[in-house]
């Protein structure tokens, strides 16, 4: 079924606007993961992610600045750079440290590190030598996902009271109530094109039956 441009842009605003206070944060809502998320006023937003972001800008457009006067970096010393900032990252991942305000700093020292690279980066003229880059880039995001995932880290949802009830988590209701309301109105706008569609399908095959029947008499 093909929708309408207009109707596509409806879909997307009415999406925006039911799920956005909560776009930003990928945690359950709830009080056991509380300090994983910050809520303010009625949005929610994840911190890690967050922070990383603002040092990813801290780092590109400070490296933009810094580019103005021609200062520049050969490959090899942007990969040092990189690697020194990566360290602390995959020793605090690779030994599993849980405290807070450590994992938030880790995060936006690798938000700073990852703009400050790709925006010195872009200075460099060698097509073969930014290929180098990028792939030592792309190898440390990989390190970092390994090291996350290979800890066996607690699982907050196991100290749960709502773990074994058969409800919906009190962590994820604002989300699942506004994926409700977004599909309630994607039904009612499509309704009569989803009518037509079904109506032309079935008038068809009831044609294709009728035909078939007057053959065999």
């Known amino acids: ?35 994983h998320y910050w809520k303010i006023k009625d949005f929610y937003f994840c911190q890690g992610c967050f922070l990383t972001l603002i040092g990813f800008l801290i780092g590109f457009f400070t490296s933009i600045a810094l580019a103005i006067p021609n200062i520049t970096f050969k490959w090899y010393q942007l990969v040092s750079i990189m690697l020194i900032i990566i360290t602390p990252i995959a020793i605090v991942e690779g030994k599993n440290i849980t405290n807070r305000p450590i994992k938030r700093l880790i995060r936006f020292d690798g938000g700073i590190g990852i703009g400050f690279f790709l925006a010195n980066m872009l200075q460099i003229s060698n097509i073969s030598k930014i290929f180098i880059s990028f792939f030592i880039l792309i190898v440390s995001y990989y390190i970092f996902i390994f090291l996350r995932r290979g800890r066996n880290k607690k699982d907050l949802c196991e100290t749960c009271k709502e773990l074994n009830q058969k409800k919906i988590c009190s962590g994820y209701k604002l989300k699942i109530d506004a994926e409700k309301k977004y599909s309630a109105f994607f039904n009612q706008l499509l309704k009569p094109q989803i009518d037509e569609m079904l109506r032309n399908k079935y008038s068809s095959y009831e044609i294709t039956l009728t035909g078939n029947n007057d053959d065999e008499e």
């Not at 596509?8 to 300090?35: E, I, N, V």
């Open 1 to 35: 079924m093909k929708i309408s441009v207009k109707n596509q842009f409806k879909l997307w605003r009415y999406k925006w606007k039911c799920l956005w206070k909560t776009t930003f944060s990928h945690h359950p809502l709830c009080a056991q993961f509380k300090g």
